[in-house]
């Protein structure tokens, strides 16, 4: 089992910046990719960003050039720094991790975090 755990959510003024840290513990030799995605109440769960093991990163079009994702494997940690945020980025910004194909099927196909509140006030 793999437990993944955000924190540094928060409520900042249109314009400040944000971190978000995702700390995975547990059997971590099951996480592959990892991502941030977001969702406000009534809309459909969105993906921010996300980041291999080897450290190739993928931005939605929305946070393109504001937001960085990082990873540091020795800690099983990401980072999600967010800059020059607006009031669009108010969400609850959730972990995610997809599981490796390992032999045996000991992995889930992927783990999720609790989730984060980050809220941008214009």
């Known amino acids: 089992q793999v437990h993944l755990v955000e924190s540094g959510g928060g409520s900042v003024q249109a314009g400040g910046s944000l971190r978000l840290s995702c700390v995975a513990s547990?059997?971590?030799?099951?996480?592959?990719?990892m991502a941030w995605y977001r969702r406000t109440p009534g809309e459909e769960r969105e993906l921010v960003a996300k980041?291999?093991?080897?450290?190739?990163?993928y931005y939605a079009d929305t946070v393109q050039g504001r937001f960085t994702i990082s990873r540091v494997n020795v800690q099983d940690t990401i980072y999600l720094q967010m800059a020059t945020l607006n009031p669009d980025g108010t969400a609850v910004y959730s972990c995610?991790?997809?599981?490796?194909?390992?032999?045996?099927?000991?992995?889930?196909?992927?783990?999720w975090g609790q989730g984060t509140q980050v809220t941008v006030s214009s």
């Open positions: 995610e991790a997809d599981g490796r194909r390992l032999v045996g099927g000991r992995c889930a196909t992927d783990y």
């Open positions: 547990g059997d971590t030799v099951c996480v592959s990719t």
């Open positions: 980041i291999t093991d080897r450290g190739s990163a």
